[in-house]
Nanobody
Framework: QVQLVESGGGLVQAGGSLRLTCAAS????????MGWYRQAPGKQRELVAH???????NYADSVKGRFTISRDNADTTVYLQMNNLKPEDTAVYYC?????????WGQGTQVTVSS
């Protein structure tokens, strides 16, 4: 079982920044990939950013150039740096880990961007 705990969400004005943190109960290098999803009210959950065990990243078109996914040297934490936030980025953000054919989810953290 993999436990993921997100933190760092909050309320920010448009144009501001937040950094989300996902603390994992396992070494990130033991996963196939980790990432961030988000779900806005009334919308489907969507992929925001993704990082493989080898370090390859990909992003949703809507966040390219504004968001950056990374992991720490201790190999236990994944970050999502979010810059130039827009009201449409308002959502609950979830950390995920793919490992041995299973996907694990965190409990989510709320990000609200005011205009």
């Amino acid at each position: 079982q993999v436990q993921l705990v997100e933190s760092g969400g909050g309320l920010v004005q448009a144009g501001g920044s937040l950094r989300l943190t996902c603390a994992a109960s396992i070494r990130i290098s033991s996963t196939n990939a980790m990432g961030w999803y988000r779900q806005a009210p009334g919308k489907q959950r969507e992929l925001v950013a993704h990082i493989t065990w080898g370090g390859s990243t990909n992003y949703a078109d809507s966040v390219k150039g504004r968001f950056t996914i990374s992991r720490d040297n201790a190999d236990t934490t994944v970050y999502l740096q979010m810059n130039n936030l827009k009201p449409e980025d308002t959502a609950v953000y979830y950390c995920i880990a793919d490992r041995y054919g299973s996907r694990f989810w965190g409990q989510g953290t709320q990000v609200t961007v005011s205009s």
